[in-house]
């Protein structure tokens, strides 16, 4: 890539991030400078690199499901001139993490980029990544400090919902891996193979949470949890608390197609996946997998 694209691959994720996080509280530019620095190399630019600036910029965000309630994580980074060529400088911080866990969370980080994120802008895959591995990081420090007693229970605490985007799913082996493993850990849901591929899961969390450590470390162009949902099982008013069964949406786990076409038959109809999802009471992630409402 030359110092142009360079500079447009990042004022244009730069765009994205601020359309994505609109207020200060969610995005803070460090740098403007920097950043105006880059609009003006693309308006005039030349054989040099641009000015030694670098965008910098926080990204905060807090989350409230189980386990998480009230944490607020920031993703500190920085661009190099050559990003995408090379990754990007990207530190985590949070008040309710101990120094362990972010060294932990860090070290996962830094792994995964090197992995998933080699040429290409990451910074939101890379927001999607510690949003997912947080909660797998507390959910795992939870099940270790209980007791044999009383971890059947905990499984039991909070029922999850994944649902899971990857670039493309065409391998046979990691298909009957999605379909086995599912079963295995008593989950629900589906998977839709081809590009891009989608998996989603359900049932007790920590199953969830097995699923996708499973999954996640096979070889991929790309995947990450694209949404989540948790519920805490719990009564209120003096009800029962729900049953695990009651929230499911789908009753077993299933490999979904919606007429393959295309050369290598590998891309599905998106308005049958979208009303699929709609009677299965779950139409609005597909807004979120493909950024446009279904009909």
Known sequence: MSYLEWAEAQVAELE?????????????????????????????????????????????????????????????????SEYPSVLPDITVRSSGLSRAQQAQLQADLKKYLMENCQGEVCVLAAVDWVKDSLQSLLAATALKTVTPATSSLVAQEVFSRLWIYSHHIYNKSKRKNILEWSKELGLSGFSMPGKP???????????????????????????????????????????????????????????????????????????????????????????????????
Request: net charge negative.
């Open 197 to 295: 591929g989608i998996v989603c899961v359900e049932g007790p969390q920590p199953a969830c949470e097995e699923f996708w450590s499973r999954v996640k470390v096979l070889t991929w162009k790309k995947i990450m949890i694209r949404h989540r949902e948790d519920i805490t099982l719990q009564g209120e008013d003096g009800k029962a608390a729900p049953s695990m069964d009651s929230l499911r949406k789908f009753s077993t786990f299933e490999e979904a197609m919606f007429d393959p076409h295309g050369s290598r038959g590998n891309h599905m109809d998106l308005g049958q996946l979208y009303h699929f999802l709609n009677e299965k009471g779950c139409c609005e992630v597909f807004q979120m997998y493909f950024g446009i409402e279904g009909r």
């Open 16 to 80: 994205l991030l601020t359309s994505m996080f609109p207020s200060q509280e969610e995005l803070e530019l460090t740098d403007q400078l920097a950043l105006a620095e880059l609009r003006s190399y693309m308006e005039s630019p030349t054989d040099c690199a641009p000015a030694s600036s670098r965008p910098q910029f926080l990204i905060k965000q807090k989350f409230d499901s189980a386990g998480t309630e009230g944490m607020e994580i920031i993703l500190s980074c920085a661009y190099p």
